[in-house]
């Protein structure tokens, strides 16, 4: 095993769960060229997960995709932006690679729609149009799903992390007789989960991060605020985001970034620090960065570059 990998499991805690847990299927609508359910499935720790799935119905399903919801502080929402049932439209991964032929599975991460105490809208699928999409009372909830976990030695990284490994096995295992490789790809939250799930998780077939390419370094040097997540006392001290990406390597990792987003300002010194590494296993060509002009925010230009290399790396992934 790559000793980076191992050392940034060890660091973490981060152990991969073993076998897929049983899944509910709670509904069950047919869509234009899609079928989207509403699942259940139990993490690790117990706690009950709900997830969209998107099953291709027009094409036939040629490789499967983990998509991950962002954050932007709407506690209210999660996998219902990755549906198109709320938010930014240009979340919209799962209806659109849907009817490109790819299976997606999008859960909530904890603190976001299902799993925000009291339930968001996650036991329908549709949100009520009412719902605020964030409160101060779903900022204090996340705050403490990592405060209450770090006062005990445990880090809110470890749990999402699991839960994100969980959520790609119950992919890897829907429909058993489909034996396709398992993808994964998110924009700023989800783009960060995304690198850290691929750098740790090698059953991962490859990896698509948008708005999440900015180091530990850039981010401290320059007053930039950390996620939640990223509260990992002292691994900014051996470790950054650099280190994850050539964790990567020999998989196919995109870097999505734009000139005018903070969170990825340094983008092109953390591909220049990685690509060595996979130059040197030959797959040079595996790590590649799309940098945009723009704001944080996906626009439609960076939207369809990352659906159409997720469509292209499911097909070389299947054909592989």
Same mark, same amino acid.
């Given at each position: 095993?790559? %000793?980076?990998?191992?050392?940034?499991?060890?660091?973490?805690?981060?152990?991969?769960?073993? +076998?897929?847990?049983?899944?509910?299927?709670?509904? =069950?609508?047919?869509?234009?060229?899609?079928?989207?359910?509403?699942?259940?499935?139990?993490?690790?720790?117990?706690? @009950?997960?709900?997830?969209?799935?998107?099953?291709?119905?027009?094409?036939?399903?040629?490789?499967?995709?983990?998509?991950? /919801?962002?954050?932007?502080?709407?506690?209210?929402?999660?996998?219902?932006?990755?549906?198109?049932? +709320?938010?930014?439209?240009? @979340?919209?991964?799962?209806?659109?690679?849907?009817?490109?032929?790819?299976?997606?599975?999008?859960?909530?991460?904890?603190?976001?729609?299902?799993?925000?105490?009291?339930?968001?809208?996650?036991?329908?699928?549709?949100?009520?149009?009412?719902?605020?999409?964030?409160?101060?009372?779903?900022?204090? @909830?996340?705050?403490?799903?990592?405060?209450?976990?770090?006062?005990?030695?445990?880090?809110?990284?470890?749990?999402?992390?699991?839960?994100?490994?969980?959520?790609?096995?119950?992919?890897?295992?829907?429909?058993?007789?489909?034996?396709?490789?398992?993808?994964?790809?998110? /924009?700023?939250?989800?783009?960060?989960?995304?690198?850290?799930?691929?750098?740790?998780?090698? =059953?991962?077939?490859?990896?698509?991060?948008?708005? +999440?390419?900015?180091?530990?370094?850039?981010? $401290?040097?320059?007053?930039?605020?950390?996620?939640?997540?990223?509260?990992?006392?002292?691994?900014?001290?051996?470790?950054?985001?650099?280190?994850?990406?050539?964790?990567?390597?020999?998989?196919? $990792?995109?870097?999505?970034?734009?000139?005018?987003? %903070?969170?990825?300002?340094?983008?092109?010194?953390?591909?220049? +620090?990685?690509?060595?590494?996979?130059?040197?296993?030959?797959?040079?060509?595996?790590?590649?960065?799309?940098?945009?002009?723009?704001?944080?925010?996906?626009?439609?230009?960076?939207?369809?570059?990352?659906?159409?290399?997720?469509?292209?790396?499911?097909?070389?992934?299947?054909?592989?």
């Amino acid at each position: 095993m790559d %000793p980076v990998r191992q050392s940034i499991r060890s660091f973490l805690r981060f152990a991969l769960p073993s +076998a897929a847990p049983d899944v509910r299927i709670i509904e =069950r609508r047919s869509e234009d060229g899609y079928t989207r359910s509403l699942i259940r499935y139990s993490a690790q720790d117990g706690d @009950q997960i709900e997830a969209f799935l998107f099953h291709p119905t027009h094409e036939t399903p040629r490789g499967k995709v983990l998509a991950l /919801h962002q954050h932007n502080s709407q506690w209210m929402i999660g996998k219902s932006e990755i549906a198109g049932l +709320a938010g930014d439209p240009l @979340q919209a991964f799962g209806p659109v690679l849907a009817r490109l032929g790819v299976t997606v599975l999008a859960p909530d991460s904890i603190g976001f729609e299902s799993r925000v105490t009291p339930p968001g809208w996650g036991t329908s699928l549709a949100p009520p149009l009412d719902r605020p999409y964030g409160s101060v009372d779903g900022w204090l @909830q996340h705050y403490n799903q990592m405060a209450h976990r770090l006062v005990q030695g445990d880090l809110l990284m470890r749990k999402v992390l699991t839960d994100c490994a969980t959520a790609r096995l119950v992919l890897q295992n829907f429909e058993p007789t489909d034996a396709a490789p398992v993808g994964v790809l998110g /924009h700023s939250y989800g783009g960060m989960l995304a690198l850290f799930l691929a750098a740790l998780d090698t =059953r991962v077939a490859f990896a698509c991060s948008s708005g +999440a390419a900015s180091s530990f370094r850039y981010k $401290l040097a320059h007053g930039i605020g950390l996620e939640m997540s990223l509260i990992i006392p002292g691994f900014a001290q051996r470790f950054d985001l650099d280190d994850l990406m050539r964790c990567v390597a020999p998989r196919r $990792l995109l870097l999505v970034s734009s000139e005018e987003d %903070p969170l990825t300002k340094d983008a092109d010194d953390l591909f220049k +620090a990685a690509l060595p590494v996979f130059d040197a296993q030959n797959c040079a060509g595996h790590l590649q960065h799309l940098r945009f002009r723009g704001s944080h925010a996906l626009d439609p230009e960076r939207f369809q570059a990352m659906v159409e290399w997720t469509v292209a790396r499911s097909r070389d992934e299947e054909a592989s």
